[in-house]
């Protein structure tokens, strides 16, 4: 590690904590570029291993090829946390990634979602998801890859469908439920009861009767099939809950994302601006990596059809601290997420300076510009955020003989599922859930439509 | 308030565990592989192909998608909207609707770009396809000559590097650490090498004749169809036997012998006369495969049309082929006939069955019964009969 980088990063970080960021400590890493490429493909530094994540791993790898995509640090949460820096970066770069890195670090120690995920995943989730690989991998050399395969095909195909709002550990269902209570006495219901011919009614009521399962529609379909699949076997659940562990950590990373790259990247560009032990140059090239990761897509006279998180929230934060002050950012920053970020914050005054539109993209390809309309920009940047980015499905009923029966609310989302990966989804859970199991949702027509494999 | 934050550095403990192997390149690999076995499962439908022609490396090139892994998520919308920045005001038209079939509508194409060619090897194209598959009524000819060959026998010290037995030199390691306190790893002394003895064997000689109507009544696709099942079969055959020889006949109204590089060029033009074929597969077997000696295959394919004053002198050429040969085969190319299997030559082969030859017939469709055939012909019969 250079020794300089070193030099700047403790007085950065003095500089971080003079303003107020509190964060664990972090351990920093340089780490070649292509393995910068398999964390950002994985999400972890060392994941359970699967196929599909060898397809997007070509993915990123060509898109390497052609210059696309450059990783400068990806931050771990946690205590410690663990920022891994490309060992390409030049001194400029990782001086101001360091900055950067110090944001996320307060964020993910503050912000009410992130010290959620992170109390229930033990602050460790890097050594969690490491232990979650060998435990998978002790597994295909049990069970054989077929087997496990198998497993993970379904357990990550269902990745986001989990309930935030539920706890990691969650106690299983009731068993029972109680009796409904005897409907109160009146006297007209004592006189309807007597009427003539209804006295062989003899209320000896249950105390109480096996409980339904679920009892109520559930969210937490990782969960459900790790505890109440009919025939799964110990090693299989451990597999479901490996992959809802994983979740549950990437859920406020996810629901985050705008609020917590716009507020490390304030952070880097606020700490870099005081940082007036940097000399010169070494400042200006710094600052040029800033313009680069922070600028919106399109570039002076055109029009992009994307925003780039890190601009949008940098300059969401920007206009905050500027408004509001700083007591009220370090505020925001622990209590929000970015539905509430985006729809207190993006003003009207701040959508036109950074001149968002909205737009539409028919069927045909043509894209055409629709309005500036405050309410529904904010809206359009959030609609792909609900629920963890995947359809709204819930498991609504195991019947006594082991059925399950999924129903997406299509109500909620608009429209039905995608059929064809509706079909080839229920296949992989078919083989976990090893009774009959059918979907619910509608086909393009709105007609209802259900999906389904017998036994 | 923050601890003290630190930077590990990479450098003092030497390489670092995430260099010596790539997660991502193994699940790749592991893509690869299912790939594969996608493949190798529609490996009947696709052999006759057209995008499987094999290039001169003995290579075929077959096109494939990237396997997606599926997730529930929403059907297309018939429109989407999304949130842009930069000049644009309401009204503008940014993109142009393209023109209409070649969209691919809104959205949805993330992941669908890439494809990419997945190159088989023939041979290993032959091994999965022909695993189970043996010459129908292979006999020990009597006589016949017998054959010097290498066959594995025991383990030696010495060797070359190719013969080494990793599981037996593991083995020999694993013993001698057990009685050794600190034995290391490997020695030169746990090495096993496979040997190879030379050993006579009784051999099978066999040769298969492959006889085509090439007459103009054989439309492009017939001939393609006939000269697919030719291909695969001379592969497996030979990659099955090591002593075969194969001879290649092509007949319109008289038929000649072929080298087998020109014989799956070949093209004629006339009229069809079966007869011609089998006396000519007679008169080679009589000149240079002795039936006593060889055991004899013929395989015929035909669209069926033969000419009807042919019929007498075509069947005793064939009833006297059935006497001689373990096996004799007959595929139709039926591409464009309505009923497979009631022509003139079929009822040639039907008449030859009756008189309990060991024969059979079979219909090549369409590509995919390129391997039905192949299978119906060379699953029977597979033990050798002394």
Known sequence: ?455 | MAGSSGFVDPSGSGRQWYDLFSRGARDWLRHNDKVRAAVRDKLPELIAGSELLPSADRTVQVPVRFLEHARLRLRDAEQSEGVGQGAGKPGDQLVQPSDGATSKGAGGNEEGGYQFILELKIDDIVDWLWEELKLPNLKVKSGAVQYDDYTREGWSRRGVRSRLDRRRSLKEAIKRRAVQDEGAAFTNDDLRYRQLAMRRRPATEAVVYFAMDVSSSMTENDRKLAKTFFFWVVQGLRRQYTHLEAVFVAHTVEAWEFAETEFFQVSGSGGTVASTAFKKVLDIAMDRYDPGRFNTYVFYASDGANFHNDREAAQAALMELGSLANYVGYVETASMAQQPLQSETALLFEHLEAATHAAGRHALSSPESVWDAIRAFFSKGAEVEV
């Not at chain 1, 964020?107 to 995943?121: P, T």
């Not at chain 1, 709002?165 to 219901?189: H, I, K, N, T, W």
Request: glycine share 6%; with cysteine.
């Open chain 1, 1 to 455: 590690m250079n020794s300089a980088l070193q030099g700047y990063a403790g007085r950065l970080e003095a500089l971080a904590q003079s303003h107020g960021l509190d964060y664990y400590p972090v351990q920093f890493e340089e780490v070649p570029s292509s393995f910068m490429m398999e964390i950002a493909v994985y999400g972890l530094p060392v994941r359970m291993p699967h196929w599909s994540f060898g397809v997007r791993y070509i993915y990123q790898l060509v898109q390497h090829r052609m210059g696309h995509s450059r990783l400068f640090e990806v931050v771990f949460p946690g205590n410690p946390g663990r920022a891994y820096l490309a060992g390409n970066n030049s001194l400029q770069e990782n001086t101001l990634v360091t900055a950067h890195v110090l944001g996320h670090a307060d964020f993910a120690k503050n912000n009410s979602l992130f010290k959620r995920s992170q109390e229930q995943v033990g602050y460790r989730i890097v050594e969690q998801a490491a232990a979650h690989a060998r435990q998978i991998g002790a597994a295909v050399e049990q069970y054989g890859q077929l087997r496990v395969e198998q497993v993970l095909d379904a357990a990550l195909s269902l990745e986001a469908h989990i309930d935030s709002g539920q706890l990691l550990r969650r106690d299983r269902y009731p068993q029972y439920v109680e009796a409904p209570r005897p409907v109160q006495e009146s006297g007209f219901q004592k006189r309807f009861e007597n009427l003539p011919g209804s006295a062989e009614v003899v209320d000896a009521p249950l105390e109480r009767s096996r409980a339904p399962i679920p009892p109520g529609p559930e969210r937490d379909l990782l969960w459900l099939i790790a505890e109440y699949a009919p025939e799964l076997e110990e090693w299989e659940r451990d597999i479901f809950r490996a992959v809802r562990e994983e979740s549950f950590y990437f859920h406020p990373v996810f629901a985050c994302q705008i609020m917590n790259e716009g507020w490390a990247s304030y952070w880097h560009a606020r700490l870099l601006r005081e940082a007036d032990f940097l000399p010169q140059n070494e400042y200006l090239d710094a600052l040029k990596t800033h313009s680069d990761v922070v600028r919106p897509h399109a570039a002076e006279q055109q029009a992009s059809l994307a925003t780039n998180p890190y601009h949008l929230g940098f300059s969401i934060w920007e206009s905050i601290v500027k408004e509001h002050g700083l007591t009220r950012a370090f505020q925001i920053r622990a209590e929000d997420d970015d539905f509430s970020f985006v729809r207190n914050h993006l003003t009207e005054d701040l959508a036109e300076e950074l001149k968002l539109f909205r737009y539409e993209r028919s069927a045909d390809g043509g894209v055409k510009v629709l309005d500036h309309d405050i309410d529904a920009l904010r809206e359009t940047v959030l609609a792909p955020k609900y629920n963890f980015g995947a359809p709204a499905v819930l498991a609504k009923h195991i019947a006594n003989d082991g059925s399950l029966t999924l129903v997406h609310e299509h109500d909620t989302d608009g429209r039905g599922l995608d059929l064809d990966r509706a079909e080839r989804v229920l296949d992989y859970l078919h083989k976990v859930w090893r009774r009959p199991i059918k979907l619910e949702t509608i086909d393009s027509a709105g007609q209802p439509r259900t999906v389904s494999r017998a036994a």
